[in-house]
C-alpha cells in the first residue's frame, strides 16, 4: 500500500530554488503532525522541518530562513519550499509524520535533490 509518495526533487545549481509536495494517505496525514527529512550519502537521516496540523513550524538550523514548510489538509499534502540552496542540502528528501519514523516500513522511495556548485 501507497503511504507517503514525495516528488520535485531534482539537479539545480547552488542558489536555485525547488519545491518539494508529499501526497500522504489520509491514515498518516489527519491531525498529526508532518516532516521533511533527507538523507545525504554515509549520513543518518535527519529531520529539517515539522509542521503541526495546525500550522505551526520549526527549521533545522541550518535550514532556517532558506526553507519553508507548508501544508493543505484538504489535499493530505505537505510542500517543502526550498531557496538558496547549497550544495550540503543534497540528499534523498522524505516526509513522514515523526510518530511513525522509527518503523522502516513507514518511509516512502523520497525524493532526490542535488544541488551543484
Known amino acids: 500500500q501507497v503511504r507517503l509518495v514525495e516528488s520535485g526533487g531534482g539537479l539545480v545549481q547552488a542558489g536555485g530554488s525547488l519545491r518539494l509536495s508529499c501526497a500522504a494517505s489520509?491514515?498518516?496525514?489527519?491531525?498529526?503532525?508532518m516532516g521533511w527529512y533527507r538523507q545525504a550519502p554515509g549520513k543518518q537521516r535527519e529531520l529539517v522541518a515539522v509542521?503541526?496540523?495546525?500550522?505551526?513550524?520549526n527549521y533545522l538550523d541550518s535550514v532556517k530562513g532558506r526553507f519553508s514548510i507548508s501544508r493543505d489538509n484538504a489535499k493530505n499534502a505537505v510542500y517543502l519550499q526550498m531557496n538558496r540552496l547549497k550544495p550540503e542540502d543534497t540528499a534523498v528528501y522524505y516526509c513522514?509524520?515523526?510518530?511513525?519514523?522509527?518503523?522502516?516500513?513507514?518511509w516512502g522511495q523520497g525524493t532526490q535533490v542535488t544541488v551543484s556548485s
Open positions: 509542521i503541526s496540523s495546525g500550522g505551526s513550524t
Open positions: 489520509r491514515s498518516i496525514f489527519s491531525d498529526n503532525d
Open positions: 513522514n509524520n515523526p510518530q511513525d519514523d522509527e518503523y522502516p516500513q513507514s
